[in-house]
């Protein structure tokens, strides 16, 4: 009995100094590992920089509902990969949790509904990001910034 209690206070411990050690590293802005795979999608529209800060030149902008997969964190600044692998930094300000996606073949029906036996509700070409809006097996609903929406198979695209 002893021993489980002294196996508790140790790990109670040890998470106690995982927390204060994550805390301080964020007070000083070094930078730490992300959650693995975690998808973050633009507000609006974000640069996405060649480092952490204004002052590094913009490596490309992303717009509404582009996913970003989060491979770092450094106080106000995510390390960030986009579909086809471009490495950059964004603010942590302009971008969200809501999850969406990237077309990433050259072009996908988005339908009327989760089944290929439906109407074609229009096409998105590579590249367009869109806000999921739910999920039916393999179908994604999603919704385009401009109000369109419609259902895209899942395997046509990236992002959450």
Known sequence: MEGRILNRSVKLLLLSLGVLATIATLAIGVSQPAEAGRIVTVKKKANVRKGAGVNHPIHFTAFQYY??????????????????????????????????????TKKANVRTGPSTKVPIAFIAERGVAMKVLAKKEKWLQVEHADGEKGWIFNTLVWGN
């Open 67 to 104: 996913p970003l997969e989060v491979l770092e964190e450094k106080g106000k600044w995510l390390k960030v990969r986009d579909y086809e692998g471009d490495v950059g930094w964004v603010a942590r300000i302009v971008v969200s949790a809501t999850p969406g996606i990237v077309v990433k």
